[in-house]
């Protein structure tokens, strides 16, 4: 909402000493959010001024029309004679009245004006556009003036150039503020001076002469007034005060009755509709759309009809989308023709906001009208607005007002709000007293009544209002936030990160110190990211939790798995040349998946003025779905790099693999890791991950590299490699606390093996073996050779191992290191038929 300071001034009695930016700060300490504070016309010097064109000379010969216009200033200049200026716009005629710079007088943007000699003539001074003057972004023509103006006349001050607008972000709890009634209401309260209510105005009863009005959903409307003026001049144009600040306003005037109910709009906060009687046929009436209505709003656009769609209407069917945006086919004429609108019907509404939300948002269409209905609109403004509309109809366009008055309106109570006086003093921590409680929330306009026990009547423009917090919160805000003690809480000692955060953090340095970026993403996706996976109909995976309000219809359910946002990363990232000099892209994400097991109950909402009982807290609980906590990678392109070392290598399913160890290694498991198929991972590609516990080896993920097809839909780099990975199940399968290695002084010895088995044995098998027939001198074992190839036979592969042995208390023999060896090659042949190379 951009709030000009002179058009607040009207309402408050601000000193003439306080500029914008003493206003901003105190609105920001009450609580507003005031972006920035626009200094208008600071730039402009004048002689600045009204002319009236006298003659007219069209130059030939050029590319674009130039004109050599005589243009009388008056005494601006000094001299009293007209001032030869040349000019390309073609709007304006001889005797027209237009601004005029003189030479000596500076424009926005440091462009100071002097007699020059162009297109073969001496111009002295410029003819202005409003663009030229900071007025807007309309370069169509220069300004033409109402021809009472008298020429001479300062136009810096006849155009209200110099200024200076407050922007503020209304947040949406505080929809008043859409307003300049709200925003005055705020600087009133934070200086402690009276307002100027704008919608204190006296307002004849309704009748039954009004244009009549028939409304068959109360809920979606529960007030609607309607004013008819008659006899209003088509060729009325909107004064240059009420062009001006709706120009400050951030709003483009159209015209006289358009621009008065915008104008309305932004004083009152409520928004208006005007109809051209002559195209209304009947009754308006307020109903839901039926299926298969159309209807082509103000902006040109057909639209089909939603049965949850709240639409004006006459006899002839929908008119309007209310609370949106008005109808063509009862839209105001331009006043420019002769035959333009001279009745005009006034709508001043209050609809459900609920309903104008979800209307705005089924049509993508976003008005300023819906902004402000579904954040709450005044109920008790509707007579006001309409009022006001009228009033200024009858005074600017020479309009007559009809006597008939029809106001609908559902019978509907205050809403009151009971509180402990001393409530606020046990939120904020601060003593405040009954006196500051019931006097600050008096200025909000609330009615108090009581003594210990408030019994607080809210206003009917701050539907925001509606528990003992939202109460607490307004007095703590007035009373100034930056008076709050800042107590730190004292946290009961011996108490730090979990075992599960600390395994966290772990994974999260492990991954990081082997060359992955962290890359978190939002949790939410839709059935495309599934299709894209090429899951089955049936993969539990499409089993989602939707939600009831997503930030994006594309993407309305949360996430069963960490692969659709990374890999989106990875393309996203690859795409833009940021996979770094050596051309390869490593990522990683730690978060938590959400996998709805169909036996959740719906949730309770929480009560806010007592800690939750442990039932209700279990009952909430009960309400959401499993959230196991995962990690995930994908990588692409070179994993070690080319230089003067040597050749590179590209990544591959086995580093996928290795990343899944890394993680696992810092829960302090051991995992096996065996072939599988899996989607989206290709089928002979893709492993499956193990990890023993006490009821057995329990799969807690996969890796490998991705289906060409996956890869293909997804726009991937060729060969990617992904590995997701259970953290919760890996935390179950680890022994407790990583130990840390006990260090041996004794000297290492190291043998080597290599082992010929069929190839579908797995090499976790033959590496288990290993370890088992080893026994308790095997340090470490690492496989560091895979072989096929004829002289092995088909079918057949050699696996070679290096073995490090140590000992704790002594330096071992050759003869204790090789019967070790020949221990585990034993134990090897006997459970995967190994048999040694070469042997």
């Known amino acids: ?140 023509g220069i300004i033409v003036l109402p021809p009472e103006h008298e020429v001479g006349t300062d136009a810096i001050e006849l155009l209200e150039l110099v200024d200076e607008v407050l922007d503020i972000a209304v947040t949406p709890d505080r929809g008043y503020c859409l307003s300049m009634r709200g925003i005055a209401r705020e600087t009133a309260i934070a200086y402690g001076l009276p307002l100027r209510d704008p919608a204190l105005l006296d307002v004849p009863v309704p009748n039954e002469h009004g244009h009549p009005v028939r409304i068959d959903d109360r809920r979606g409307c529960d007030r609607f007034t309607a004013r008819t003026v008659t006899g209003v001049r088509p060729d009325a144009r909107s004064p240059i005060w009420l062009q001006r600040r709706l120009q400050k306003a951030g709003m483009r005037p159209i015209s006289l009755p358009v621009d008065i109910t915008n104008y309305v709009m932004l004083e009152l906060g409520q928004p208006l509709h005007a109809y051209d009687r002559s195209r209304v046929s ?94 709450g609109v005044d109920p008790l403004a509707t007579s006001a607005a309409a009022q006001r509309t009228v009033d200024l109809l009858v005074l600017l366009a020479g309009g007559t007002a009809e006597a008939g008055v029809t106001e609908i309106v559902s019978p509907s109570g205050p809403h009151t709000v009971k509180m402990r006086a001393d409530h606020p003093d046990r939120v904020a921590g601060v003593v405040y007293g009954r006196e500051t409680v019931v006097h600050r929330l008096q200025e909000v306009g609330c009615d108090v009544y009581g003594a210990d026990e408030l019994t607080v009547t809210v206003p009917s423009w701050r539907p925001d209002l509606t528990d003992p917090n939202d109460l607490a919160e307004e007095v703590m805000r007035l009373e100034g936030y930056e008076s709050l003690p800042a107590t730190l809480p004292r946290l009961p000692s011996g108490r730090g990160l979990t075992e599960r955060q600390r395994l966290h953090r772990r994974i999260g340095r492990a991954l990081a110190g082997a060359g992955y970026v962290e890359t978190p993403n939002y949790p939410f996706l839709g059935d495309t990211a599934f299709d894209r996976l090429g899951l089955a109909p049936d993969d539990n995976r499409r089993r989602i939790v939707r939600l009831a309000n997503p930030l994006s219809d594309e993407e309305p359910a949360l996430r069963t798995t960490l692969l659709p946002g990374l890999l989106t990363a990875l393309r996203r990232n690859e795409g833009r040349g940021s996979a770094g000099g050596h051309g390869g892209l490593a990522l990683f994400e730690t978060g938590l998946v959400f ?35 995962r990690a995930a990678v994908v990588l692409a392109g070179a994993r070690e790099p080319d230089g003067w070392w040597g050749a590179g290598r590209p990544a591959t399913w086995a580093d996928a693999v290795e990343a899944a160890r890394t993680v696992a290694a810092q829960a302090g498991v051991e995992l ?131 073995l490090r042995f140590r000992a704790p208390d002594r330096t071992l023999t050759a003869e204790d290191a090789s019967a070790a060896r020949e221990a585990a090659v034993a134990a090897a042949a006997e459970r995967t038929g190994a048999v040694l190379r070469g042997a």
């Open 1 to 140: 909402m951009r709030a000009p300071l002179s058009w607040l001034r009207e309402y408050v009695d601000l000193p003439a000493d306080q500029t914008g930016r003493d206003v901003a700060a105190r609105l920001i300490a009450a609580g507003l959010e005031v972006e920035t504070v626009e200094r208008l016309g600071a730039d402009i010097t004048g002689p600045l001024v009204v002319g009236r064109v006298l003659a007219i000379e069209e130059l030939t010969g050029f590319k674009k029309p130039i004109r050599y216009c005589q243009v009388d200033v008056g005494d601006a200049n000094g001299t009293g004679e007209p001032q030869n200026i040349v000019c390309g716009a073609t709007n304006f005629a001889v005797g027209d009245k237009v601004v005029v710079i003189l030479p000596g007088g500076v424009l926005p943007g440091d462009f100071r004006i002097g007699a020059r000699n162009t297109y073969g003539r001496l111009s002295e001074g410029m003819i202005c556009s409003a663009a030229e003057l900071g007025m807007g972004d309309d370069h169509s």
């Open 282 to 375: 009947g009754a308006i009436g307020v109903r839901r759309a039926r299926p298969g209505e159309k209807l082509t709003t103000l902006d040109g656009t057909k639209r089909e009809l939603d049965p949850e769609d709240l639409v004006i209407t006459d006899d002839s069917g929908p008119i309007g989308l209310a609370g949106v945006m008005g109808g063509a086919d009862t839209e105001i004429a331009d006043g420019r023709d002769t035959a333009g609108t001279t009745e005009i019907v006034i709508e001043a509404a209050h609809f459900d906001p609920v309903a104008i939300a979800r209307t705005a948002r089924r049509h993508k269409l976003s008005s300023e009208a819906s902004r402000r209905f579904e954040r």
């Open 595 to 629: 996998l709805p097991t169909g036996e959740e109950v719906p949730a309770v909402r929480l009560p806010v003025d007592r800690r939750p009982t442990d039932e209700e807290i279990a009952g909430l609980e009960a309400a959401l779905p499993v959230q196991p906590r």
């Open 672 to 802: 096996t890791v065996t072939a599988d198929r899996h989607a989206p991972w290709h089928p002979g590609r893709c492993a499956a991950l193990h990890a023993g516990t006490d009821g057995g080896q329990v799969l807690v993920g996969h890796a490998g590299e991705l289906h060409p097809r996956v890869i293909k839909v997804m726009h991937l780099p060729a060969r990617t490699c992904a590995m997701e990975i259970d953290l919760d199940l890996l935390e179950r399968a680890s022994s407790g606390a990583v130990q840390a290695p006990e260090v041996s002084t004794f000297p290492v010895a190291t043998q080597d093996v290599a082992l010929v088995v069929d190839d579908s044995v797995p090499a976790a098998e033959v590496e288990a073996a290993l370890r088992k027939g080893a026994g308790e001198l095997l340090e470490s074992l690492r496989l560091f050779d895979v072989f096929t190839g004829e002289q092995l036979g088909e079918g057949k592969k050699s696996l070679a191992y290096t």
